[in-house]
């Protein structure tokens, strides 16, 4: 993967298939420490211990058709090649948290890359799940949620053309505004608890 | 910066087409994108993208884009396939966003689709 918003993307489809109602993304960068840490959060079926060990193996995967999985050992490798860390939280019929720490002075860190770009995906692909991104840099915070967009849609479908078009450009400018230090209003989001 | 208010408008001009779009649904052209480990890891995010931003801004109505998984043909990614109603499938591989136009504009604006991106000329 040539940037870890791909790995975000690709992550995020297992909790897709894990049949989540609700998906949590969170990108939290902390220039202090010199840090990026990305957390995938799921209500989605879960997975036993045995399967958590086993989906790190990447001859392993749920499908009946080929015996490869590269997913989460893409991901695990990312983290752990920068000297940083990756855990899987996971229980059966609650859900699943996958979380991968990055050290962004390492020579090995792969760019972060467009992650507004795959949640613009993820929520136009997915009308019934509730995609809820939030994104960090030091003290400043953007949260979006999806179900907040779709109750000003009153109907009309997130894979709307028009629609697409405007949330992709909402998620890149207030995302962008983060690093120009003047947060907007959360207008389409939660405020912070 | 784009506004909660911008989005109301947009769904009350999208209301207004909707209705037209339920009117003619046998008659709905469906793009798939191939979104598994490989297809994003070989550039199919760019390629769905360019596709949505082609057809709002051609305003098709009645094209829907969906994504779908790995069908195990990974070396050919990105794969799209197009679905036209009345006519075989069509499948391109190792598509690219600048490739996603033309199909965008020679096969589902005029019907022609783009023999030299299919898989078919692919695996010659």
């Avoid at chain 1, 050992?73 to 939280?89: N, Q, R, V, Y």
């Avoid at chain 1, 949330?167 to 400018?173: D, I, K, V």
């Avoid at chain 2, 209705?19 to 649904?25: A, D, Q, V």
Wanted: hydrophobic share 40%.
């Amino acid at each position: 993967m040539r940037e870890l918003s791909l790995n975000i993307l690709d992550i995020a489809q297992n909790s897709v298939s894990a049949g989540a109602s609700r998906i949590e993304i969170e990108v939290q960068e902390d220039t202090a420490a010199k840090t990026l840490r990305i957390r995938i959060a799921d209500n989605g079926c879960g997975m036993s211990e045995e399967t958590v060990r086993r989906v790190q193996d990447p001859f392993y995967t749920t499908r009946t058709t080929r015996k490869v999985g590269m997913g989460i050992p893409l991901f695990k490798m990312a983290a752990e090649m920068t000297g940083g860390s990756f855990s899987i939280d996971s229980e059966v019929g609650k859900g699943t948290t996958v979380t991968a720490l990055f050290r962004t002075d390492s020579i090995d860190f792969t760019p972060l890359g467009d992650a507004e770009s795959s949640v613009c995906a993820l929520v136009t692909m997915n009308e019934n799940i509730n995609i809820v991104y939030i994104r960090r840099l030091d003290e400043n915070i953007f949260i979006f949620s999806s179900d907040e967009i779709k109750q000003v849609l009153e109907g009309v479908p997130l894979n709307e053309p028009s629609v697409v078009q405007w949330l992709g450009e909402y998620l890149a400018e207030h995302a962008k505004a983060l690093f120009v230090g003047n947060a907007p209003e959360n207008q389409g989001g939660q405020s912070e608890a | 910066m784009k506004s909660i208010e911008e989005l109301k408008a947009i769904r009350e001009k999208a209301r207004a087409q909707m209705n037209i779009r339920e009117e003619n649904e046998d008659g709905n052209i469906r793009v798939v994108v191939g979104m598994a480990t490989c297809g994003i890891a070989a550039g199919a995010r760019p390629v769905l993208n360019a596709f949505v931003d082609e057809i709002a801004k051609r305003g098709l109505h009645h094209v829907f884009v969906a994504q779908t998984g790995c069908i195990g043909l990974c070396q050919f990614e990105p794969i799209v396939e197009v679905m036209v109603p009345g006519r075989e499938k069509v499948t391109y591989c190792k598509m690219t966003p600048e490739k996603a136009v033309r199909v965008v504009t020679d096969h589902i604006v005029n019907g022609q689709p783009v023999a030299e991106y299919t898989i078919g000329e692919a695996t010659k």
